[in-house]
């Protein structure tokens, strides 16, 4: 469907070193966004993250991966297997085909 509309950006999203937990022990996912947004943007990293928690995430517990609108520290982010900090972080415009991973750093002892 979305492969081939200009309307849809279609891409993957995995949750590793823990998160999957709070998504069902779904650790890939695949994703589908509109191609702009109400106010006229493609669809960001910070979208995405309000995305996830409000459509994805099962557990109630979203400070284990959101804090303020943002990741939470202790989980990187990479973006093409690049770290999204080269990317331009929650700016960045999620593109076709990306794929996203969340890894959590954070072990408990």
Do not use: C
């Amino acid at each position: 469907m979305a492969q081939n509309n200009p309307n849809w950006i279609a891409f993957t999203v995995e949750f590793t070193g823990g998160l999957e937990i709070l998504f069902d022990n779904e650790r890939k996912h695949n994703v589908t966004l509109p191609a702009q947004l109400s106010d006229g943007n493609p669809p960001n990293i910070s979208f995405l993250l309000q995305y996830l928690v409000d459509n994805l995430m099962k557990d109630q517990r979203k400070e284990l991966f959101v804090l303020e609108d943002n990741v939470r520290p202790g989980i990187l982010v990479l973006i093409n297997d690049a770290d999204w900090e080269l990317e331009g972080e929650e700016k960045y415009e999620i593109q076709q085909g990306d794929t996203i991973v969340f890894v959590s750093t954070l072990h408990g002892g």
